[in-house]
């Protein structure tokens, strides 16, 4: 396919800001680093864990990079995109992720669930990785459900590690009383901050190279601006930088100058 006019007016060979990026291309950063370092003790302990951080700080992609890492003939992973599906919900998922027909009635369909989760580790040999994203959506009995099933072997050993990922609300919430017998269980939390400037600048240099242009494209001021309407943050320093470059583009301009980048910030704040 090839590339939109304004991504060839920069001789780029593909948009440069946007999610298909594999895993191993992805710009490490030292929160990033941390928090893969966390879910990996996670899962080789078999424990649980909570990742954190604000809109499109990079949660998700710091999941996708561990979970690229992980064998697939000794891990099976279920990923829950977004938890709002209720207490049935969550065994039920487990279930069919484990190849099985869920059971109708609850108390079987909790046992079904409990036994393809101890199969997976004595007949398959394999860890299950339960990764649960927007984890701040949990409800209270989901969160109970959830530190039930983590029961194996009179409280011996989990059946499987658990990565929740979410909001900051995630934290506070776990740290509510009625949540004392799962918040025990956490082994690791981490929360990803937002990036830094020279962050946010390298950020954009290694976006752009991967893309085909290793010369400076953003200007200093220009990137200046783009990190302080970002806040620092992936995702939003993703639509910034795209629509400084368009707005370059449609000028001519060769370099993303502090106008180029004014004009873009000011097309993603109008109402």
């Known amino acids: 396919m090839s590339p939109a006019p304004w991504a060839a007016h920069f001789g780029l ?5 946007g ?14 680093a941390e928090a893969m370092a966390r879910i990996s003790f996670c899962i080789a302990e078999t424990a649980l864990g909570v990742v954190t951080g604000d809109v499109g700080a990079g949660k998700t992609v710091a999941l996708r990079a561990a979970v690229a890492a992980l064998d697939p003939t000794r891990h099976q992973v ?25 059971r109708y009635l609850k108390a079987e369909l909790m046992a079904q669930a409990s036994d393809l989760l101890a199969a997976e580790t004595a007949e398959r040999h394999r860890r299950v990785v339960i990764i ?29 590690a658990a990565i929740l990922a979410g909001q900051p609300t995630l934290n506070r919430q776990l740290r509510m009383g009625m949540f004392a017998a799962l918040d025990q269980r956490i082994a690791t939390r981490f929360t990803i901050k937002p990036m830094d400037l020279a962050e946010s600048a390298a950020y954009l240099k290694h976006h752009l190279a991967l893309a085909g242009r290793n010369d400076p494209v953003f200007a200093d001021d ?14 939003a320093l993703n639509n910034a930088a795209v629509a400084a470059l368009i707005a370059a583009a449609a000028d001519g301009k060769d370099l993303i100058d502090d106008a180029c980048a004014k004009k873009a910030v000011a097309e993603l704040t109008r109402d």
């Open 222 to 235: 220009a990137t200046a601006r783009l990190h302080r309407v970002s806040n620092g943050l992936p995702r």
């Open 78 to 102: 279920i990923y829950i995109a977004n938890p709002a599906f209720g207490t049935r919900g969550l065994y039920v998922t487990i279930v069919r992720a484990l190849g099985a027909q869920p």
């Open 13 to 17: 060979s593909r948009t440069p800001f």
């Open 19 to 32: 999610k298909s990026i594999p895993a191993r291309d992805l710009f490490a950063r030292a929160a990033h």
């Open 132 to 160: 649960c994203d927007e984890a701040h959506l949990l409800q209270p009995d989901q969160l109970e459900e959830l530190r039930l099933l983590t029961n194996s072997d009179m409280d011996f050993a989990s059946p499987f």
